[in-house]
């Protein structure tokens, strides 16, 4: 079980940000401890990426603050969340297609010889290692990217959040364009990282999948969060009402 | 991590090209480049590929193939520079002042030494600063790069009209024209010193990279493969030295040479130019620029960038001043392509560089570089400036009528990038080959007049019908 009695590793608290007119992400509190998975639950629009993308650097909050053990940090860009060991994978995976798979793994954090050039063979030799873990099958270690199957590109981008020992991982849709296999290889992994201690943040659409992967889930709807439950204690039924009609079970708002 | 990476599956080698790994469409566009000689060789019974010829190519091709490798990298971020003309010409323009009238105005001999130097300085440093406030406005001010450089080209035109008051400014230092070309080569000794260095750093390099290979364990090519390339490269270096150091300086200027020392020249003496300094200048531009786009961190971004602009910012990457950047390289290289235009006139005049920066684009994109982004070589760049170079002074020579000319290089301009799309795409290759089959007898119309259409017609319909059968139409 999820020990929840200390600081939490992430503390996003009292979240705005709007584009124009309209309220993307209103007022929005959620927190994550380690080894925690938290699934992030609603319909398209519901403003789930939005507030994760505040957190990953992609956008900048409005309002409200951001704590990382306890300590309130401010994330200005995707620079500033990789200092704090926050990684993301994002729904478009966020490749450079006319680069191989070395070259994107280490995009932006390249291993650089004595000299100062970038090292593509001990980074190439990095890639195979990680690769052999994540996904053996995987040998197009030379082709850009773009000649990746989905699957492919996929575990590209896992390999590099995970290679550069993250402690906050945030997955939006992370299996959304796999395969059933490849799925599984998503879950076992999030399984293991978990043990490892790390907290991790889960967009998704499944709620079978946030409900055997996750602890809590966090269900937002128009911006707005409708609630946080523990997954344990709510049936999938109990998720569904939630995301459809944007309030809490009765039983449990109790 | 402990996972030891699994042993490199040699993947099957089926032709002799795929052993040396050579780049096809590379491959492609040195031949084009070949067959091109070779064919103005025969119209020009040798003049064309004679020592002489080839000499004054590379020194013509030195401006734009300089500021074309800085193009490469304004292209591959998707971005556009259309002022490289018209800053060339304020970069020439403030060097010509420097050198003529600033420097002895502070009291510098017309002679000095130090005159050269600080105005080459002088015109790198405005080159650098116009490119990155350039790069400034469009990073940081998200203006589009064809506006901030159109607007450019109208602005440097005119500054570097109203810096030397429209004058032509001459003649220029005579240090600071060494990198002309033909007023400054090295001699045949030194150019084959330089040739067999240059030879034995491409094997080097060629083994050097071999061995990382093994180190890791990765597959590498076949050994005769590599010993093949290695030939090729040195040949290749060490026949442009042999050409270069053919072509020799007439008797005439080497007697007024020996007259300057007080000597005479003695009887059959003959001397080859050797290699230009700014044909030297080029290559060395050329493998520092390979260097940043393949070897440093830079360059990576530069491409990551160009292949996913939302990608290279959510991975950290400031693409901003990245592109503030790479206007500065672009300004930079437009300051020391001004050298070597102004060196090569030995003077500045009103109208240098004009229409340069299409010539520049051109060579990129005929050299591979995509305008869509994140594909481009510096090598490619050179060799479309080569190849534009030739086209035109090779017309020149046979007598192409002037219009001609420049429809010819449109034309290849355009055909080089449908080739191009070709290789990428194949579903689109069907419609170019009609395109072609089409194209066939309007230029036989075209150079062989009414007579031959008959001809080239049931030629070309004859194709239509034989590639429709196969398939392939």
Redesign the interface.
Known sequence: MVDRSGTPMVELRDISIAFGGIKAVDHVSVDLYPGEVVGLLGHNGAGKSTLIKCL?G?YRKDSGQILIDGQEVEIN???DA?AYNIE?I?Q????????DAA??LF????I?TGL???D???M??ET???M??LN?NF?KFKAPVSALSGGQRQSVAIARAVYFNARVLIMDEPTAALGPQETQMVADLIKELKKQGLGIFLIDHDVHAVKRLCDRAAVMKNGELVGVVKVDEVTEDDILAMIILGKKPEHLAA | MSDIARPAVQPRRRSVIDSLEIDTRLLGMIAAFVVICLAFNVMTEGRFLSPRNIFNLSIQTVSVAIMATGMVFVIVTRHIDLSVGALLATCSAFMAMTQKVWLPDLGFDLGSPLIAPIAILVGLAVGTLIGAVQGWLVGYLTIPAFIVTLGGLLIWRNVAWYVTGGQTIGPLDETFQLFGGINGTLGAAISWGLGILAAAAAIWALFSSRRAKVAHEFPVKPLWAEGVLAVVYAACILGFVAIVNAYEVPAARLRRMFEARGETMPEGYTEGYGLPISVLLLILLAVVMTVIARKTRLGRYIFATGGNPDSAELSGINTRLLTVKVFAMMGFLCGLSAVVASARLTNHANDIGTLDELRVIAAAVIGGTALSGGIGTIFGAILGALIMQSLQSGMAMVGVDAPFQNIVVGLVLVEAVLLDIAYRMPAIRPKVVLVHLILLPVLVWFFAGWTYVAVAVVISAGLALLLRRKGML
Do not use: C, H, M, W
Not at chain 1, 92 to 99: E, G, M, Q, S, V
Not at chain 1, 107 to 110: D, I, Q
């Open positions: 990953s992609a860009n995707p620079r990789r993301t994002y478009t995976l966020a490749l450079a297609d006319n680069l070259a994107n995009l932006g954090r390249e650089v100062g050039f970038v593509d063979a001990r190439e030799a195979r290692k990680i052999g873990r053996p040998r």
